[in-house]
């Protein structure tokens, strides 16, 4: 990694290299759009997509017959000079730049989504390292097969695809989805190029070529921008293009570019070591931006599991996803922005808290209620209050927190004393009704309560709430508890009973490993030792201990996972292995997946683009390696 220089006032940004393989694709964007996929091999952009309230999850533009929606490219002499062979590196963490150097030209492409616009633009540059002078072509295609609505999968929409120049902005292109109107649109902007159009019958789908000629002198170089940007309809997507166009007039896109990275920069920690550094901070700003942005209809601030078609339930709420997740990772970052988040969480979203998983507008999705989801907003408000002191958010959301703290309740159950779970945390049905990992973190939820009443001045349910947060560990340590387990060197947790009957085995997200860090036992308790051990011995099933990179899942998730990393990264005794598994996968270029294989350290490919967990992850990062800020 390049060090910070200073410019002219302005830091450089930092470079960071990447080794990347021919099938990844790098991610990018702002608080508007999203840009998921740039293929590694040749700098196209696959899709993009924006957040829409009245769709309750995203809209993303595909190209024509499996093409990319945008791909860049040169011509040198009218003959194509292919983009291969390309060298990645992300400028603060987080925006892409390729090079390459081939017959004496240099090519460099980049995408940049600056904050605040509802746009983003593609810098495509070439200078001329050869002793004579060269006719170069910069160039951009761009096309419109379908429009994809994105909740979990994509379902591709009914209507008329349209492609027309940009009303009063030139040169430029809109690309229109209509139905009874306009329903949708986005537009290229390309100061200094021409455009040639095809529209069907003649084109199978609506698409531009938007392209400028050069000659190059020896020493030369040229650059050619191209602002993609979003809107409702075909006048608001072309001014926001001309917005961000206006931009790169007046500044320059160095200047545009060294802001972007500049609002990066505010944002990212440091651990001292690079390698960390990297990975934290890449998923810190993931998490940042691809489990939360604003919607295009509405302009609110949004919460999803991830806005990246490639994790396969993108686009949905999930009160564990962005709470006990997400949430730590942006507190390490940006703790105004964390304000913002929960209240998102604690306003639209929190009629419903508790169940499965939600659309944006806190519609419910997929019913079933979950003990773990139940309770992470309380979670996420104390730690929030704790790191920030802002005692005036908790008055603000008084009437939240009494109906959080109800909904708990409702889940009594006399008999043991515990709180029961509908479905647990990996989303699936368990018949036995009291979970260990949920019921501690109810404990938490409980003590939490007690600060945040006491923060209210209430003496009565804040005396009340650390009572009850006492019986729940009593009752926990007595029916949770199990003996005879084969192999087992005493009493160990189990992860779900019903007074009498137990199961053993993990389920992160919802590990038993996550116990120390909640504070329900110490980490050299002998009772999370032997159920350590246990979960780390052949005799658990899933434990994968004979495997190189194997750590503890779960009858869902075959491999190890990536909560698992975090949570034992945090604790003493694993803290070494964990680091060792963690920095020895590729992850998805860089990104958290679900979890790996254990036994070459490959990504899940189902689970890739994983916002939430991404900041899941980065925080445990943070929590053991992060230095104070200055």
Request: proline share 6%; hydrophobic share 40%.
């Amino acid at each position: 990694m390049l060090p910070i220089l200073a410019s002219a006032g302005v830091q450089e940004p930092r470079r960071l290299a990447l080794a990347l393989r021919p099938d990844d694709v790098l991610a990018t964007g702002n608080e508007w759009i999203a840009l998921p996929e740039i293929r590694a091999s040749d700098g196209a952009l696959v899709s993009f997509n924006a957040l829409f309230m009245r769709e309750r999850g995203l809209l993303q533009p595909n190209g024509e017959a499996g093409r990319p929606v945008l791909e860049p490219y040169v011509q040198v002499g009218g003959k194509k000079h292919t983009l291969d062979a390309l060298s990645w590196s992300l400028l603060e963490y987080w925006i892409p730049q390729a090079r390459q150097e081939r017959d004496g030209l240099e090519v460099t492409l980049t995408y940049c989504a600056p904050p605040g616009h509802r746009a983003a633009f593609l810098r495509l540059t070439v200078a001329n390292h050869r002793a004579e002078a060269v006719s170069t072509t910069l160039g951009l295609r761009s096309s419109f097969g379908s429009l994809a609505r994105v909740t979990y999968v994509p379902v591709l929409l009914r209507g008329e695809r349209l492609l027309a120049p940009t009303p009063w902005v030139d040169p430029g292109e809109v690309y229109s989805y209509v139905t009874y109107d306009t329903r949708f649109a986005w537009a290229i902007v390309h100061p200094g190029s021409k455009a040639t159009l095809g529209m069907p019958p003649v084109v199978v789908a609506p698409q531009a070529d938007a392209a400028r000629t050069v000659v190059l002198q020896p020493g030369e170089s040229a650059e050619s921008l191209f602002v993609l940007s979003v809107g409702l309809e075909e006048f608001s997507a072309a001014h926001s293009a001309r917005a961000l166009r206006e931009e790169l007039e007046r500044a320059g896109s160095d200047a545009v570019i060294a802001r972007a990275a500049a609002w990066c920069r505010a944002r990212t920690r440091t651990t001292g070591r690079d390698d960390l550094d990297a990975l934290m901070n890449r998923n810190l700003l993931f998490t940042t931006l691809y489990a939360w942005g604003r919607t295009l209809d509405t302009e609110q601030l949004v919460g999803v599991t991830s806005r990246s078609p490639r994790y396969y339930v993108s686009a949905a709420y999930w009160d564990r996803d962005a709470m006990l997740w997400s949430f730590p990772g942006i507190l390490d970052s940006d703790p105004q922005f964390a304000r913002q988040v929960l209240e998102y969480a604690l306003g639209i979203q929190s009629r419903n808290a508790g169940t499965h998983s939600r659309f944006i507008d806190g519609v419910v999705l997929e019913d079933g209620f979950q003990l773990d989801e139940a309770v992470a907003p309380i979670v996420a408000l104390a730690s929030y209050v704790r790191a920030t002191n802002d005692g005036r958010f908790v008055e603000r959301y008084r009437d939240a927190v009494d109906a959080l703290r109800d909904r708990l309740l409702g889940r009594f159950d006399p008999a043991t004393g515990m709180y029961s779970s509908l479905q647990d945390s990996q989303d699936e049905f368990q018949k036995l009704p009291f979970l260990t990992y949920d019921n501690a973190l109810a404990w938490r939820a409980l003590r939490d309560l007690g600060e945040l009443y006491e923060r209210l001045r209430e003496v009565g349910p804040a005396r009340e709430m650390r009572e009850r947060a006492t019986a729940l560990r009593a009752a926990i340590l007595r029916y949770a508890v199990v003996s005879g387990v084969p192999g087992a060197s005493g009493p160990i947790l189990g992860s779900a009973t019903d007074g009498e009957q137990h199961v053993t085995t993990d389920i992160p997200p919802g590990s038993l490993l996550k116990l120390p860090s909640l504070g329900f036992l110490a980490e050299d308790d002998p009772l999370f030792s032997r159920t350590f051990e246990w979960l780390h011995s052949g005799h658990y099933k899933y434990s994968y201990s004979d495997r190189r990179y194997g750590l503890p899942g779960s009858y869902r998730l075959p491999f190890t996972t990536s909560w698992t990393i975090a949570d034992e990264l945090v604790l003493k005794r694993s803290h070494d292995r964990a680091a060792e598994v963690l920095l020895a996968s590729p992850w998805d270029a860089g990104i958290i997946a679900e979890g790996i294989d254990p036994d070459t350290a490959l990504p899940d490919r189902a689970g890739r683009a994983f916002a939430t967990a991404a900041g899941y992850v980065a925080h445990a990062i943070c929590a053991t390696a992060c230095l104070p800020r200055r």
